[in-house]
Structure formats: C-alpha cells, structure tokens
C-alpha cells in the first residue's frame, strides 16, 4: 500500500497505512509505561481503570453531553487500527468490552450503554492507537447529537474508582481480566 493517503504502510499494520503524524507520541501508550511524557497527553495515571496482558480499559478524557465518564478498551500493544488486531487482542477486547457495560450497570445504573469505534480519518478516528468506547446511557441523553468535551481529572479518578469496584464485583473469566 505504499502512496497509499496517510502515508506509508505502518510496519506492525500487515501492510495498513498508518495516519499517525512523523514523531507521533501515542497518549495511550504513554499512559500503560506509566509517564506522560507530552504537553499534548490528557490522559493522567488515574485514568487506568485495569490492565491485563493484552488490554487495559481506561476513562476517556472526553465526554458527551451531560454524562460525563465513558471508558475505552484498548489493546496493550500499539496497533493503531481494527485491521491489524490479532485474533486473540480482539477477543480480548471484547471479553472486556462487555466486561466494563456489565460494571457501568452495577456503577451507575445506566438505562443502557452504548460501544462505538472509529478507524481512520474519515472513520473519525483521533487518536492513532485502537480504542473501542463504551457509554453509560441515559434516556433523552442525545449522546450522538454532542459536541465532546473534557471531563475534569477529579471526575475521571473519582468514575474510574467506581468502576473498579464494579468490575472487581463481576466473576472473571478464565483467559482475560
């Protein structure tokens, strides 16, 4: 895929583009080897809700609307796409995926949750480093209708506190969490 847009193919990407800018300092990456090293990073060390081998789940600086503390699942590695997730990180994130909605219930009391990804630009991916979001949903909550906006660092600590504890309450699998 070589002069392919977004440049050349990213050497873990099995031959995907990536869209990642020269120097790109990835904010998930930063966050799992414990420093936040860029200006540009949002993220802080309270922000990591869990962490296993090969997924962590953290709260999104971002939120939506009034319901702020979302949280994203994301592989451990750096692969910046679905296209280049192994079979066994996939399934991992899921296992996790569904994991953190069943602790937002237990958390919250959400009237639902919602899970979404993007891929590429023109997917509205921003962040170069795959992360699968999932939403505590509120009815009238219009999530989809938002602009985003950060969520203060007390929140988050205080959000991601809450859903350890609830993830802490749910039996783990055998292989993940």
């Known amino acids: 895929m070589a002069g392919a847009p977004g440049g050349p193919p990213h050497p873990a990407a099995g031959g995907w583009p990536s869209h990642a800018p020269a120097a790109y300092d990835c904010p998930f990456c930063e966050l799992l080897a414990g420093g936040i090293r860029s200006a540009s990073n949002l993220c802080e060390p309270g922000d990591l809700v869990y962490r296993d081998g090969e997924v962590a789940v953290i709260m999104a600086c971002d939120g939506f609307g009034a319901h702020g503390g979302h949280a994203m699942v994301i592989p451990v590695a750096h692969l910046e796409t679905l296209y280049e997730l192994p079979d066994s990180v996939a399934s991992a994130i899921m296992l996790a995926t569904r994991r953190v909605a069943v602790a937002m219930k237990l958390a919250w009391n959400p009237d639902g949750t919602?899970?979404?990804?993007?891929?590429?630009?023109?997917?509205?991916?921003?962040?170069?480093?795959?992360?699968?979001?999932?939403?505590?949903?509120?009815?009238?909550?219009?999530?989809?209708?938002?602009?985003?906006?950060?969520?203060?660092?007390?929140?988050?600590?205080?959000?991601?506190?809450?859903?350890?504890?609830?993830?802490?309450?749910?039996?783990?699998?055998?292989?993940?969490?």
Do not use: C, M
């Not at 009815?139 to 350890?164: C, F, S, T």
């Open 114 to 177: 919602s899970t979404r990804q993007h891929n590429e630009p023109a997917g509205n991916q921003h962040v170069w480093h795959y992360h699968q979001h999932v939403f505590p949903r509120y009815h009238g909550d219009e999530l989809y209708r938002q602009l985003r906006h950060r969520v203060p660092v007390e929140v988050r600590a205080r959000k991601a506190d809450e859903l350890r504890e609830a993830l802490a309450r749910i039996p783990s699998p055998p292989a993940h969490f």
